[in-house]
């Protein structure tokens, strides 16, 4: 049987990961850092399945939490498919957000991510197979929130993805690189940010199972790049080809008071 890692996997769309990888029968690794909500959680997979799951606490911001995931990846049974998909977000303008908690963010969305695709990389190009699936956002294509260094994060996760993607060690090792750039997803994230729920209307928001059934149809498929939903896809054409001072004027800015 396969193995997969997913980290962020107690909630949202790590946890539709999950769901989505046991019905294909892979074995799982579970990453979070509740070792309560990863141990419920591998229970119902496995009793629901009948998958082997395997469960690892760990803080990826930290250097520590990075290092027990790090050595899970290049242990046995090998791992061929880590998805890196904890991240989180902010509803504070820059200035009142605190440096170290910037400093947090940047260590899950972009660190933690460089740390857990070196270590799984070396092992897939070795073994000549496996795949890695790095959770974005449309976000990350443009200036889509003003005084946030979220998109900045995102947008780091997409030119690094892409250019290992398509560079030729990664190709003809065999290995499969995907960018995931979800829209708004009902998920704990925007409760976790404290960003209000309100504001997008009813039909931009997206499930996070079929956000992630389509992003295991696009990395089948060779994909690169999966945006889910033509709503998505509209909104990720605009944001890459529109004239960037036009897009900025159309960005949300968390700065403004009451945004
Ligand atoms: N939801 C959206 O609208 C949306 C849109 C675009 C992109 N995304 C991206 O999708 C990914 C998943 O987000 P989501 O919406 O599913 O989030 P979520 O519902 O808030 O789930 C976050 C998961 O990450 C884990 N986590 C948080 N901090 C962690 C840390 N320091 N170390 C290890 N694990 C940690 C959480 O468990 P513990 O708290 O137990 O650690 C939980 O399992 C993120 O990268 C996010 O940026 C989300």
New binding site residues.
Partial sequence: MPTALI?????????SFTRALAEQGYDLVL????ER??KEHAELLRAGHGIRTEVLP????TDE?CGRVTARLTAEPAVDLLVN?????YDNAFLETGIQAEE?LLD??VR?VLRLTDAALGEMTRRRSGAIVN?????GLGPAWLSST?PAS?AWIIGFTESLAVSQQVRDAGVRMMAL????????????AGIPTTFPPAWLW?H?DDVVRSALRDLRKGKVLSIPSLRYKTAAWGLRHLPRPLSRRFAWDISKPGH
């Fill in positions: 980290t962020g996997a107690t909630a949202g769309l790590g946890k990453v979070a850092r509740s909500d990863l760990a803080d990826l911001t939490g998909n904890a991240g989180i977000g947090r899950l969305n933690a959770v974005a956002s449309v976000a979220y995102k750039l979800p829209g708004y997803t009902r998920t704990e994230f925007h409760q976790r997206l996070s």
